[in-house]
């Protein structure tokens, strides 16, 4: 989670500049009435999952076994809860003794590692390590790979869709470290630190201090993947993701098609820590156990996310009360208590740029944060949280909440002399890895090679080091894990998702003469599924190419992933790569039609063809292709016609000496 902006607290949302006025002047021109409608109805809505959320708790969360993906009906049963509430658990992606041995390399990698960069005081859990054995380890784990295959199948994909989700890519976040000090790091050893430094201790607790005034006025959310970018049409705009929201039809937004998010910039402003990739999901896995209470969502997908998109474009008639429940309350909330604002101001209620969007009981109201933010049930030792890129969370660093099964390894020659009583005592270490599943597009790629580079160098995420200073770099860190160690862990697949290996597919089938230089979206076969042949690296690791992962790579490649895949490939390996352009009938970045509308253009062209007349032929541009016997009859003739033309010379020259004589 982003350390926290102050201004965020504040009883006032900040002003943005002018733009910002006309950016939501024209998202609402047009139809304002359908929005002032639609507002009207989502309150409505809103009202119901606020009851719903809060008389369910906890259990609204679905979880699945791992070794139950393949099952059809826990599959569709997962499938359905994920959906409608945004979220889910998969329980024991990373198995016990794969998780203990991430830890204890963690620590000792820890252990010899003395210049990182602190974390905020107001969040001293979240460092910013990028290459440690337990992130390397967890991104490259073939179930972990398994699992972003499951989940990122269970959006409402379609063959045209410009992204391959059979090829989930590695993304580079930070970690959270609860418990002892581990070389310098933990709550343990900041505040230690801060004790040795007057300055740093007096610093520190002024940040708490102010930190906790304001949270306690306020209960605070936030959502990742940009803020602005949401209305901005350079953004999300981009692909039209919100469009249907913007125009007073927020019942038909699907916040599960990813054809409009294929093509949207989730990160205009080069923010630290904005996520400037597709993701799918924004996800944790945790190596140790964990008890509710770490981390809470609101589990509202569709209406939450409609609600604070058009929540700046409208403002309560009368003010709230002070006290926020009872009679007064609840006619603040009301829906006839609030009006689509005549002249469109420049606040974007808790987004700024170059930070994540939040949302505030305070800013957001009917969002009843208190009531609605879910405290999500045990996290057992490698189970594996996914959620929604627009859903809300927050995340806490007390570290009462936490509670691990690893405990830290002693320390070389503790028990050698066999005098325990000077050894220190062995504090528990929880350590809860960020992975998002994101799949494999033409953007991402682009970010994998940048990243590749940062990986190779031990230097920060691109998105977390944007001036490329490489502060924070983990280069000198003894036991820094590397691309053999990769392999070991993943094989080929765990290659293909730090951008390490090629992504195999099968050459590109001829197309037909008859298509005019046009090509079917067919399906193709591609190297290292059940569906294509394999290579030899494949072949040494088939459980992490092949298996099946609920039916997913049993689905034969479109020609959609074939094209990402091979654009990919050029990306990250033009050496090896020529370059590729294929032709399509219909671009895959126009958004899908509805089946209606194919029926009525098809009516209108057969209308077109009955009272058009008849008119003559149009000149073809089409380039005429000459039959091979024709074309060798021709040749044969010009070879004929040459050999007779020194004969035909020559009688003439004698014609004309004997008229001379």
């Keep these: 989670m982003e350390p926290p902006v102050l201004s965020f607290y504040g009883t006032e949302p900040v002003p943005l500049p002018s733009r910002f006025a006309q950016i939501k002047r024209s998202l609402v021109a047009g139809h304002e009435k359908e929005l002032e409608a639609s507002w009207a109805r989502l309150i409505a809505a809103l009202r119901e999952e606020v009851d719903n959320i809060a008389s369910r708790g906890s259990s609204i969360t679905p979880s699945i076994d791992f070794a139950e993906i393949s099952n059809p009906s826990k599959k569709a049963d997962f499938a359905r809860d994920l ?6 658990v998969i329980r024991g992606v990373v198995p016990h003794a794969d998780a203990q041995k991430a830890i204890d390399e963690t620590v000792k990698y820890l252990e010899t590692k003395h210049d990182f960069k602190d974390p905020t005081p107001q969040d001293p859990t979240c460092f910013d390590f990028f290459w440690s054995p337990a992130q390397v380890r967890t991104r490259a784990h073939p179930k972990v790979l398994q699992a972003q295959r499951f989940a990122m199948s269970l959006w409402d994909n379609d063959a045209d869709d410009r992204m391959a989700t059979r090829f989930p890519i590695a993304y580079a976040d930070r970690l959270r470290i609860h418990g002892a000090n581990i070389g310098g790091v933990g709550p343990d050893a900041a505040e230690k630190k801060a004790s040795e430094d007057p300055a740093a201790a007096e610093a520190h607790k002024a940040a708490m201090e102010l930190l906790g005034d304001f949270a306690s006025s306020t209960v605070i959310a936030q959502v990742d993947n940009g803020s602005l970018e949401r209305w901005e049409s350079d953004g999300y705009g981009r692909g039209g993701t919100y469009d249907a929201v913007f125009k007073g039809e927020w019942e038909k937004y699907d916040p599960w098609d990813p054809t409009y998010r294929v093509t949207a910039t989730p990160d205009l402003y080069n923010g630290y820590g904005a996520c400037s990739i597709f993701r799918m999901y924004q996800g944790i896995v945790a190596l140790s156990t964990i008890d509710p209470g770490m981390v809470r969502l609101l589990p509202s997908p569709k209406l939450a996310t409609a609600y604070f998109l058009l929540r700046p474009f409208f403002s309560p008639k009368n003010p709230p009360p002070e006290r926020r429940e009872g009679p007064e309350w609840e006619a603040f909330l009301d829906a006839s208590n609030w009006a689509l604002d005549a002249e469109q101001s420049t606040i974007i209620h808790g987004a700024v740029p170059g930070h994540a969007q939040r949302l505030t009981e305070l800013w957001h109201p009917h969002l009843h944060l208190r009531r609605t933010l879910t405290t999500l049930p045990t996290l057992q030792t490698g189970d594996y949280i996914v959620w929604h890129p627009d859903l809300a969370y927050h995340i806490t660093s007390n570290p009462n909440t936490m509670a691990s099964r690893a405990p830290t390894p002693p320390n070389p020659g503790e028990n050698d002399d066999g005098d325990d009583d000077e050894a220190p005592v062995s504090k528990p270490v929880s350590i809860l890895v960020y992975v998002p599943a994101a799949p494999l597009t033409q953007t991402n790629a682009l970010y994998l090679a940048r990243q590749r580079k940062t990986f190779q160098r031990g230097h920060p995420g691109p998105d977390f080091d944007s001036t490329g200073s490489g502060l924070g770099s983990e280069a000198s860190h003894s036991g820094r894990p590397g691309e053999t160690e990769i392999a070991e862990v993943g094989g080929p697949a765990g290659l293909q998702a730090m951008g390490l290996a090629p992504f ?82 219909t671009s895959t970045a126009t958004k899908r039609k509805r089946s209606s509308d194919v029926k009525d253009e098809e009516k209108e062209k057969g209308k077109r063809k009955e009272t058009s007349p008849s008119l ?32 035909q010379q020559g009688q003439q020259e004698k014609e004309r000496k004997a008229s001379r004589a």
């Design 504 to 585: 195999d597919i099968a050459p590109t089938p001829t197309s037909n003469s008859s298509n005019d230089g046009e090509v079917e979206d067919e399906d193709v076969e591609m190297e290292g599924t059940a569906t294509g042949s394999r290579n030899k690296a494949s072949a040494t690791a088939e459980s992490s190419t092949t298996e099946t992962i609920g039916g997913v790579s049993n689905i034969p490649v479109s020609r959609a992933e074939a094209e990402v895949a091979r654009m990919a490939n050029i990306i990250l390996f033009p050496d090896r790569y020529d370059f590729y352009m294929g032709t399509r009938r």
């Design 616 to 647: 003559p032929a149009r000149a073809s541009n089409k380039v005429v292709t000459v039959p091979v016997q024709v074309k060798q009859e021709q040749e044969k003739r010009a070879d004929e016609e040459m050999a007779r033309r020194p004969s």
């Design 83 to 88: 959906k409608r509430y945004g979220l889910g």
